[in-house]
């Protein structure tokens, strides 16, 4: 795997209230084998947000996919009830998942599947366990930037045991948010910028530059073209830099 | 309200299997007062998509925005089972929404909401029923266009008859899709097209010629920028004559 | 199929609001060919009460029916949330269906199978969805009617594509409902009168005059049995014509 | 209460496979005080279907009925796993109720209701609750048959309370089913008799003699107006009995 | 079967609010062939605590020990509305069993299979059915006990039935509860005790003399090791009384 | 708050599979400020079971205490999908909690209530949420001991803010499993361990030696007295330091 992603030339702003850059991303670590029973385990920071991406090889596929001679690749999401700043009810206690969970899931899933050959992963399914232990803004994106470690990390695991012949991931995957604040396009929304901005965009992008999902949404603020090019722009960046990082946390 | 798109410049391709071009709409048509117990009635077709938008005025808002002093615009969103190809479950019958109507009403209800001055509307809340009598691609962009115009029927009632002081509603709002199919950028997909393209996008979008909403997905295929720019481009331009149309719609 | 029912001498007496009187339908109308996924697919309005009653054949049918070399006719029954005077809940969002529903549904579907050859269908469903678009009384009865035209269609279809080698549908079944206003039996309730009448009955026959369900209720007001032979007079000869109109919609 | 019902001259015929004649109920008991709890409870036993009736009285009313000074009567039935042949799934344990329970307890409700002066009730709720011990056919009769008797003894201690000013019960009512088996009019159907019938049909009548529900219903079977008017009279005799046994069991 | 237990020496004392002694049984009466459909059936009283037992034999096991040469016995427990002092909810209605009900349904379950040789009963179900029909405390306890009995009953039937070729029930198991009642140990707590104590206990053992479950909770007021042991004596004795009973009922 | 509890004098004995000898905890760590949000926070780890407890202050109490004067401690419990062995399904999309979570969260908000002063509390709720992040047996007695941390955390805040008067926590309270594998009581089974064991308990003793729950259960092998006392002994030597570790954790 190459990766094409070179950085823009974007002049930063220091004006958030943190202290960061507009084009700075917050402080992300990335920690390999964070629990011991799935094939793929991740603990993603970026910044005050903490997700728990597991990775799980499951042999057996979707009913719609059976004999097909293809695996799958699916998500769930979930928010631990005390992972924000005020407690949200259990979703398993409500008796069923909100429309955000299924719309992020959805959305995970969609998007590690760009980057799968899901003939090269076999009649399996690989199932992805996106925890938020700890919430401040862009949960979406840092379980789709960890979930890829996990994925790979379960895929090395597969060809190590001669399971697949070839790598069915063919690329990187990760994600960043961007927004307007205050007419400014801002880098990383934490959960304070995303409460008060504009409009706000979730960009995944492959390692080659390319484009998975965009998802720009006027919150109370409608934006034009040239504001949507900026932000583009300011998340190719952010996403040149989460890439850099999966590659080190794989080693 | 005045309007400021005004078309691109694109060239149109005559390639697609129904002999539209690549910057056609399919045929359009709006039927006020459908239905005669919503405050808005609309049916909407869009080829053979059609939507039966109904908006109704409710006199209380939800929980959270009790005393506030202002009022709340929702939707909701269903298919009959046999409006598509082949019969689909009856939501209803099994018991809950799949995430994808969820995802679809919750955009029709932001889509909305960008376009509304909350505060004038007073506490009360526009309900919008979205519901599919006929599926053949594009059913979301099809509510979002024919809501408005039910919403507009709804608000103008308002005013009649005294109930708000000033137009809560700033702008039009209106839908469409387009898509990557063979490589080539094509403008509002119908079902066959849609099943086939390799990255689709639905762009909802003001008179002002402002973004709402922008989401990109790759189907199989990721699409870089210069595709990415395209696809805005053509969108816009369906847009400028969707808008028209809900004009004429509102005589 | 030949039909034997014929008018009784039942004296008009014009009283009601509408101008109707005691022994007339109200205006109505079938519209085939409706939406043009459905093997059948009707919309009937019963003056302001429209209903759309689709007929799907599934190649399938009910576990308890496997490999008992017969078919099944089944219907489901919905509203749609604005086709009512107030808005109703979307029974999906609520996540059950209403004992209302599930009753009228399983009333659809008794109906309807009274007047078929279920070992002429075949291993396959006729599956029949009746929705509501407008609502003033009496859908129950217009989707009954509605269904079964619909279902004519469908099984004219497999006769003419040879799947099957007689016509599983034996007669015509049509519903309408009759009621005491004010002590005066009258035909085929619209919805203010259904909410005003002392006692309502829904009477579902056969093109040979025969009963296939007879559903009398006392609505805060007994009823003895001269006023019951009454109504089923009244009945019988609103079915009369209900059966002429389904004849001529088939051509 | 006074009651007028007077049987009538139908010719007893012995054919049934219990020995009982075609107008001869099945042995009846109904058993007072079967619980402690409840302010009347019933165990009614019509042959081999045993019924324990058991009525609350509530010191509220639904939402729909607060401040409008009256009262209301409603049902829940239920059967208990085993009390059919083979074991049912309990209804608690699938998270639903089926559509027959809800179109039983429905009808229950409606039934106890005709013969309730609901604004002498005061502002309570009689909540009847009907649950099948035992099940042999015609449950949904024994139900509405108990359900009067458990309601009459509640209402009695009200008015030995003083709690209503006058008795809210007007009349007695009483329900048993008819049905033709091998074209012979039978009273009171046993389990084999109702799945062996061409049509049933479910008569609920008062102590005066008049209709409250008459619920006919061709199994496989379509039935003419000399059947249903012979059915109705059967009925009409039962419910004499019936209503007989109600009186004796009150003492 | 033999069994080994004999009673403690116990000083029992009369300061019980009914008259009954602290190690004394409330009056104790098993009823079999209860009701006819189920393979074993006994109404159990223990006191004003009324519970219906039904075991129903099935001829399938549960999917995790589908061709595994082996049985499963599994239980349900439900309260009727009215089995209680005030009116509980249905728990069909609300659309699930509470956690209370979920618990002692598990624990009837696990305290059967302790004396089944489930190799022996072959691969089939026995499905015990509880259903409280009027409560008056020691419901769960009632059940194990009674449950006890129809399982003997239906074992005993399909030993004569030849279906099994050895008894796979090893032994009797019975269930009591002791508390501590102001400071005091009391045995088969009512309703009444219930409430007021201080801690309680439910002890499941078998014949033998065994203990299968220990359930002790301090309602609050926790407990000391003298108390617990003193609890697990008056328990013993207890159980000693009602296998008694359970051998006098199978006759 | 004192603390009474002293060793027993046991003798250890090493035979188990991981080295452990027969009266030793596994490996116990309490790292308290896991996450940010909470009012109190504590990841605790035995073993390879982790288990993350937040403890959360809700000024609000449930309907039943409204008004009363007195607070209330209520715990929720989830399992990871991915926290066990093979993945399991997450609750949250099944749409409803397990049998087995409604009983541990049930334990767990008893055990807390147990040493918690509700009047000193105030009207306020604190809800315990455990979450066990990975699995290796004894999760819920691991959540009661790490839940009692994060409580006495939130109730320190309590009095630093000034928000309540006293100490609302009166005792610690910690919880242990033992069993019986191979005959043998060992303390504080891992998973391997409970698979295999034939008898299991779990104890919950507050810091003065006082039970609050005992629960223990016959996993295909009843046991005697004479186990049962074994057992006792050894949980509560395993109380003891669970108890030095909570009072090391809070500093």
Redesign the interface.
């Known amino acids: 795997m190459e990766f094409y992603l070179s950085p823009s030339t974007l002049t930063p702003a220091t004006v958030r209230p943190t202290g960061r850059s507009t084009t700075e991303l917050r402080p992300l670590s990335i920690e390999v084998g964070y629990?011991?029973?799935?094939e793929g385990?991740v603990l993603i920071k970026a910044g005050?947000t903490?997700v728990?991406c597991?990775a799980?090889v499951?042999e057996k596929v979707p009913p719609f996919l059976k004999g097909k001679g293809q695996g799958w690749v699916t998500a769930?999401y979930?928010m631990?009830?005390?992972?924000?700043?005020?407690?949200s009810d259990?979703?398993?206690?409500r008796?069923?998942?909100s429309?955000?969970?299924?719309?992020i899931?959805?959305l995970i899933g969609?998007s590690l599947r760009?980057v799968f050959d899901l003939t090269a992963l076999g009649e399996r399914t690989l199932?992805l366990?996106c925890?938020v232990?700890?919430?401040d803004g862009g949960t979406r994106c840092a379980s789709i930037t960890g979930a890829w470690v996990a994925a790979a990390i379960a895929t090395r695991g597969l060809l190590e045991q001669g399971l697949v012949a070839s790598n069915p991931l063919r690329d990187h995957v990760a994600a960043v948010s961007v927004g307007l604040v205050d007419g400014l396009a801002v880098l990383d929304l934490d959960y304070i910028e995303d409460s008060g901005c504009g409009?706000d965009?979730n960009v995944v992008m492959?390692g080659?530059?390319?484009?998975?999902?965009?998802?720009?949404?006027?919150e109370?603020q409608?934006?034009?073209?040239k504001a949507?090019d900026e932000l583009?722009d300011l998340a190719r960046d952010g996403i040149v830099q989460l890439i850099a990082f999966q590659k080190q946390a794989l080693g």
């Open positions: 629990t011991r029973h799935a385990s005050d903490h728990l597991n799980s499951l769930e979930g631990l009830p005390r992972s924000t700043h005020t407690r259990r979703e398993a206690a008796g069923k998942q429309g955000r969970t299924q719309e899931q959805r969609r760009a199932q366990d925890d232990l700890q919430a409009a965009m492959t080659a530059g390319h484009f998975v999902e965009v998802q720009g949404t006027a109370g409608t934006f034009d073209r949507l583009l």
